[in-house]
């Protein structure tokens, strides 16, 4: 239950071409306080409910508890979640003994594409593909949960 993941801005749209699977995703939060988020998903024809804890200094591990929930659940319960939602196409990318989720943003934050990669430990070594840019693991304004309240098209404002 522990997640233990590190985040990348991307620098190319390479990746689409090594993706094996893309998948869109809308989800938004019915909590979104630094110390616990509770984010609704959508992807595809699955709901999502997950609850997310407050990540450790460095932002790399934090707690996650996630359960599979119906369409229709999902769609009712995203009528109740703050001002704000994600819409992006999720692409899955195997890169060495890894799998690279790259979500590339829309709506309003569209521009905006980032790199996840879950580890095993927080030591554990990841090989880094070309199109692989920034490290900004434990940034706040990168969480989707902030994205969803200060969008990217905003920062520049």
Same mark, same amino acid.
């Given at each position: 239950?522990?997640?233990?993941?590190?985040?990348?801005?991307?620098? %190319?749209?390479?990746? /689409?071409? +090594?993706? #094996?699977?893309?998948?869109? =995703?809308?989800?938004?939060?019915?909590? %979104?306080?630094?110390?616990?988020?509770?984010?609704?998903?959508?992807?595809?024809?699955?709901? *999502?409910? $997950?609850? /997310?804890?407050?990540?450790?200094?460095?932002?790399?591990?934090?707690?996650?508890?996630?359960?599979?929930? %119906?369409?229709?659940?999902?769609?009712?319960?995203?009528?109740?979640? +703050?001002?704000?939602? =994600?819409? @992006?196409?999720? *692409? !899955?990318? /195997?890169?060495?003994?890894?799998? #690279?989720?790259?979500? !590339?943003? #829309?709506?309003?934050?569209?521009?905006?594409?980032?790199?996840?990669? !879950?580890? /095993?430990? $927080?030591?554990? $070594?990841? @090989? @880094?593909?070309?199109?692989?840019?920034?490290?900004?693991?434990?940034?706040? @304004? *990168? *969480?989707?949960?902030?994205? %969803?309240?200060?969008? #990217?098209?905003?920062?520049?404002?």
């Amino acid at each position: 239950m522990i997640e233990i993941e590190r985040k990348f801005l991307v620098n %190319s749209t390479d990746f /689409k071409k +090594e993706a #094996f699977r893309q998948t869109r =995703i809308v989800q938004g939060f019915l909590n %979104s306080h630094k110390e616990r988020t509770i984010r609704v998903r959508l992807r595809e024809n699955t709901g *999502y409910l $997950t609850v /997310k804890g407050l990540s450790d200094q460095k932002g790399l591990t934090r707690f996650e508890w996630e359960t599979e929930i %119906s369409k229709q659940d999902a769609e009712n319960l995203l009528k109740l979640c +703050e001002k704000g939602y =994600i819409d @992006k196409v999720r *692409y !899955e990318i /195997k890169v060495g003994d890894h799998i #690279f989720e790259v979500d !590339e943003f #829309f709506g309003d934050n569209e521009g905006l594409i980032l790199a996840e990669v !879950e580890l /095993k430990n $927080t030591t554990e $070594t990841h @090989k @880094k593909p070309d199109w692989l840019g920034e490290e900004v693991t434990g940034d706040l @304004k *990168y *969480y989707n949960s902030q994205l %969803s309240k200060q969008p #990217f098209n905003t920062w520049n404002q």
